[in-house]
């Protein structure tokens, strides 16, 4: 044990200083006993003395010994060491129990400083929607319709993308391919537990009749984590969507966590990227 030779060193030293404090005094006072006047008792206890002083300074070269003895010992653990079998490349692997670490990214949680998630970057907007490209479709209601607009339909695809499916415009499903890529690389456990809960939906938004959502122009996704849907406007989302987030963020992607009525599931492409996708002449 550690413990041991810290003990012994102590006593050692507690020993010695005795021995070097009191050895000289001892020795000092006997001078003063001159002639046969001397107090033959007190000589008695000096000897006496003297006898255990000399064995204190055995005891101290024996300590002293085996403390050099135990110092040059390799340290054991109290514990048993484990020693683990060979692996066998035969025996497909298999999990006793629950991961702790996969099974909270379904985890809800608050969203820390959710205001500022998409510090940088800002939503394109109905309005700059419908001023850059026109409205997806002539007329909107509350039902999800076909795409019109030919200058955009002509660039909507149905493709799988990662793990999910989606119906989306051909720059974003390629801009969406890429933070998949990124999240697969870096937390494939992630990657394997990420759900849709839809894209493309060609409707007015709520309580309007001719504003639509970027869902409508095929450049948004709801995402969550093993198909379990956010309560929207709690401020609470999953574990695995933060994380998402930090990668749709670097792509150039809004997270809804930061609108008023946060809607954590929802990405969008932000309006700076459909900036660079016009000026690039992909849109």
């Not at 204190?56 to 085996?66: A, N």
């Not at 500022?116 to 394109?124: H, Y």
């Not at 001023?131 to 019109?148: H, I, K, N, V, Y």
């Not at 956010?230 to 792509?251: N, V």
Request: include cysteine; aromatic fraction near 6%.
């Amino acid at each position: 044990m550690r413990v041991l030779p810290a003990v012994i060193i102590g006593v050692a030293i507690l020993l010695a200083s005795v021995i070097w404090v009191f050895v000289p005094m001892l020795l000092q006072e006997e001078e003063f006993f001159e002639g046969p006047a001397i107090d033959s008792g007190a000589r008695i206890e000096i000897e006496m003395l003297n006898q255990q002083i000399e064995d204190l300074r055995e005891r101290v070269d024996t300590l002293t010994t085996e403390v050099t003895k135990l110092a040059s010992r390799p340290v054991v653990a109290d514990r048993q060491v484990f020693q683990a079998p060979a692996p066998d490349n035969n025996q497909p692997f298999q999990q006793d129990g629950p991961n702790d670490i996969i099974d909270a990214y379904a985890q809800v949680v608050l969203i820390a400083d959710r205001r500022n998630v998409n510090d940088g970057l800002t939503i394109a907007g109905s309005r700059w929607l419908a001023a850059t490209f026109g409205l997806p479709r002539e007329s909107l209601d509350q039902t999800c319709r076909e795409m019109t607009n030919q200058r955009l339909a002509d660039k909507l695809r149905l493709q799988n993308v990662g793990p999910i499916r989606v119906r989306m415009l051909q720059p974003a499903i390629d801009s969406l391919t890429r933070v998949f890529e990124k999240v697969r690389a870096t937390d494939p456990d992630l990657y394997d537990r990420i759900s849709t809960a839809g894209s493309l939906c060609v409707r007015a938004i709520r309580g309007t009749t001719n504003r639509a959502s970027t869902h409508s122009y095929g450049l948004a996704v709801d995402l969550n984590i093993d198909g379990k849907l956010d309560t929207l406007g709690d401020g609470k989302t999953q574990l695995g969507l933060t994380i998402l987030a930090d990668f749709f963020k670097e792509e150039g992607w809004v997270w809804g966590a930061s609108w008023r009525r946060e809607d954590s599931m929802h990405f969008e492409v932000s309006r700076q990227k459909l900036e660079e996708w016009v000026r690039d002449g992909k849109l």
